[in-house]
Structure formats: structure tokens, C-alpha cells
């Protein structure tokens, strides 16, 4: 079987995720069709798509023909029969096994026998996932980091039956987007979160314990390892209820109490905290004080980096203070009259 060529896409979810997987394939020269059932996600990613590409190509780092390119390449639509020509379909829906098993019944009906499927998921069994399809061959991990337009890295996760064809399309794919690529086997978690998650965890269980407040825990991790974000932070970003869903996938998949969710973390989502989405999670965004504002406003350099390949923290330059030309030669005088 020759290694599959991929010139079409489709991409099923409209959210953050999917509408920065249908943008990066855009605009690395792929046609692309961005699916959602609920016709205002898909306005709003097709808004956003527009606003990123059009602020890339005002700042030079992407030419007004190349950014025409990209927005020409895109199609948006409801109906899951336009998928029938596409080489690869991503899903990138809510991180639900039985909610992607269903969904991967439904396109492996729809897409041609030589399509490969693939999932966005970032911790659920890609075997699993295969399983409820007729080419368990042709279905693949393909996690993307957040926000994908931004982030240089993907995890491609083989299932048991995963072929090396299937493999070698995916990975060829994932470099012509610019990515670097890391494979991981098929464990609950894979690479990236297996590692992370425990982390936010912990982080839970010092605040949970009384270690420290929110705040000192957050700036330990990041002036203490440099990370550019503390963990409680992250968390909030991430969304509370999918770090509570990784953490519970690892715990059930791997059986091993180490990876029990935090009471705190279960509390917070139980009680709707689910993070920055809805306006609060370990920290309350709807009454911000000073000082959190302009944390979260830098924060904002950290994911709309237009530039950067990388997880980069970058700061707002600071405006240098103009001091007249009288007020220069007082402020000379009195050091020579204290001399």
C-alpha cells in the first residue's frame, strides 16, 4: 500500500482546537473543511480564523497573496457528506471516548476507503477509538498542543493496528505544517500529559493541604523552574473539567491511585469553576484585581505570538518615561548642589 498523499482535510469541531488545526493546514496549502454542528461555532471560527490571518499578514509575517490563499482554501459547513473526498479527517470534539466512538462510526461510513481518520484526543486509548471503525489500520493519534497556530509540536499516538503507512502520511503531514513531531505508544496520557497533568495535580493537592496560597505556588513554578506559567494558571486556561477528564483517564487506564484527582479539582468543577471559560476557576477573572489583570494581559503574548514557533512568555515592552529637557538639567543641578 503506497503512503497516502494528503492534499484535503477535514476537521470536525469548531472550538479553539479545531479552528486553529483547520488554520494551520490552510495555510501551509491544504484545502480544508472545518465541521460543526452548531452554526454560531462555526461563525465565530470562521471570525477568528479571519481576524489571525489578516493580523499576521498587517504585521509582514505572512504576505497578503499567501493569507488570500489560506482563506480561500477554507470551507465551513454542517454537513458531514462534504468530508467524502477528504484524505484525512481530525476530530477535535469534547475529550469523551463514547462521544469520538460514535463520531468515528459516523465517518468511517462517509470517507473514502483510503482516508485516514484521525483524533485531536489528548489522553483516550487511539485503540480504543479504532476499534469502532472497519480500517483500524487507517486511524491515528494526532495531538495538536493549544493554541495550534502557535504551538510547534505534535504527539502522534499508533494504536495496536496502526500501519506504518498510515504513520508515514501522518508524520509527512504533521512536517509540512512546520511541527516537530514526538511519538508516543498508545498509554493513557501519552507523552505531553502524562507528564503535565500529574504536575497541575499536584498543584491542586499543595493548595487542597494548606502547602501555600494559589498565588505562591504559581510563582514558585515559575521563578523556581521557569516554566512560563504556574500550574494553577494553566489549569485555568486549559479548562478545570478537562484536566479533571485527563486525570481520570489516566488514573482508570494506568490503575495506579498516584494519578487520583485532587478533591479540590473534582470540587471546583462540580461547582462549575471550570477556569478562564466561564469567568472563574482557581482564580476569579470577573473581579480581577490590578495587579492579576495585567498578569493575564501578558499572558495574552503567550498565545497570540504571531512570530514565535515555541512556548514563549512574552512581556509588553515598557515605554520608556519622557523627561523634559528642563526637568533634566534641576534634576543635574541639585545631584552637583548634594555633592
Known amino acids: 500500500m503506497a503512503t497516502v498523499t494528503v492534499n484535503r482535510i477535514g476537521v470536525v469541531g469548531g472550538g479553539q482546537m479545531g479552528s486553529g488545526i483547520a488554520q494551520v ?14 452554526p454560531q461555532a462555526l461563525s465565530k471560527a470562521s471570525s477568528s480564523i479571519s481576524s489571525s490571518i489578516n ?15 489560506a482563506l480561500k482554501r477554507l470551507r465551513f459547513t454542517s454537513n ?20 469520538k466512538k460514535t463520531l468515528f462510526v459516523q465517518l468511517d461510513k462517509i470517507a473514502k476507503s483510503s482516508a485516514i481518520l ?28 493549544n493554541p495550534p497556530p502557535v504551538m510547534k509540536l505534535i504527539e502522534i499516538v499508533r494504536g495496536a493496528d496502526t ?22 505508544q498508545d498509554y493513557s496520557g501519552f507523552i505531553v500529559n502524562r507528564i503535565l497533568m500529574p504536575m497541575i495535580n499536584e498543584a491542586f493537592f499543595a493548595l487542597y493541604t494548606g502547602v501555600a496560597t494559589k498565588e505562591d505556588i504559581d510563582t514558585g513554578m515559575k521563578l523556581g523552574t521557569n516554566h512560563p506559567m504556574g500550574p494553577l494558571e494553566l489549569a485555568d486556561f486549559i479548562g478545570l473539567d478537562v484536566c479533571l ?5 489516566l488514573h482508570a487506564g494506568l490503575e495506579d491511585n498516584k494519578y487520583a484527582p485532587c478533591p479540590l479539582l473534582v470540587q471546583y468543577v462540580d461547582a462549575g469553576r ?21 498578569k493575564q494581559k501578558e499572558m495574552k503574548f503567550l ?19 519622557k523627561v523634559s529637557k528642563e526637568v533634566k538639567v534641576e534634576h543635574e543641578a541639585k545631584e552637583e548642589k548634594e555633592e
Open 303 to 321: 498565545f497570540q505570538c504571531p512570530c514565535c514557533s515555541c512556548f514563549c512568555f512574552l512581556k509588553p515592552k515598557k515605554e520608556k518615561t
Open 118 to 145: 484521525a483524533s485531536n484526543t489528548s489522553s483516550i486509548s487511539i485503540t480504543r477509538l479504532a476499534s469502532s471503525t472497519s480500517r483500524p489500520q487507517q486511524v491515528i493519534g494526532m495531538h495538536f498542543m
Open 55 to 69: 493580523r499576521l499578514v498587517s504585521k509582514a509575517h505572512l504576505s497578503q497573496a499567501a493569507g488570500a490563499d
Open 245 to 249: 477528564s485527563i486525570m481520570r483517564v
Open 25 to 38: 493546514a490552510a495555510m501551509h496549502g491544504i484545502d480544508v473543511w472545518l465541521l460543526d454542528v452548531d
Open 80 to 99: 458531514m457528506e462534504d468530508f467524502r473526498l477528504a484524505d484525512l479527517i481530525i476530530e477535535a470534539i469534547v475529550e469523551s471516548e463514547d462521544v
Open 274 to 294: 471550570l477556569g478562564k471559560k466561564r469567568g472563574i476557576g482557581v482564580y476569579d477573572y470577573h473581579k480581577e484585581p490590578r495587579n492579576l489583570r495585567s
Open 163 to 184: 500501519s506504518d503507512q498510515t504513520f508515514a502520511a501522518t508524520k509527512a503531514l504533521s512536517e509540512r505544517l512546520g511541527k516537530t513531531v514526538i511519538t508516543s
